[in-house]
């Protein structure tokens, strides 16, 4: 995780105050192994005094800044997680939901190879099936 010093930096850094609110969702983003929603940042964030307006807030301000990804995996739920740096737009990798319980992971960088007759604009892959729980289930 990182230190306080370095969060802060990284939002004077990207223009933005650093505040007890942006600290906290950033915190909590950080140890996070999947993309988070706003219900599950504040519900995360309740004990410590922080509403869900202000969560909500802060994470469109750290998403404008770019130092956010927000992704929707067709349930019309943003999700949040903090930019990776790996791509010229800092977020380059795939997702995986699991169409049963709604599990969102983020998916080891792999590379996609797209015919030069089909050259698109890839924004975003997306993949559905089931988690290892719920396909045990099946």
């Keep these: 995780m990182e230190s306080i010093a370095k969060l802060q930096a990284l939002l004077r850094d990207s223009g933005l105050r650093s505040t007890s609110p942006r600290l906290a969702v950033l915190k909590v983003l950080l140890s996070a192994k999947q993309p988070l929603s706003h219900a599950d940042l504040a519900d995360q964030l309740d004990g410590d005094g922080h509403d869900k307006a202000t969560i909500f807030r802060n994470l469109t301000d750290l998403t404008e800044a770019r130092l956010l990804s927000r992704i929707d995996v067709g349930d019309h739920i943003w999700r949040f997680e903090v ?22 992971d983020c998916l080891p960088d792999f ?6 007759a089909n050259k698109k604009n890839v924004s975003e892959i997306l993949l559905k099936g089931h988690c290892g729980d719920c396909g045990d289930n099946a």
């Design 83 to 104: 930019r990776r740096e790996t791509g010229a737009d800092g977020q380059n990798h795939a997702h995986f939901v699991c169409t049963d319980c709604g599990d969102v």
């Design 111 to 116: 590379n996609l190879q797209v015919s030069p």
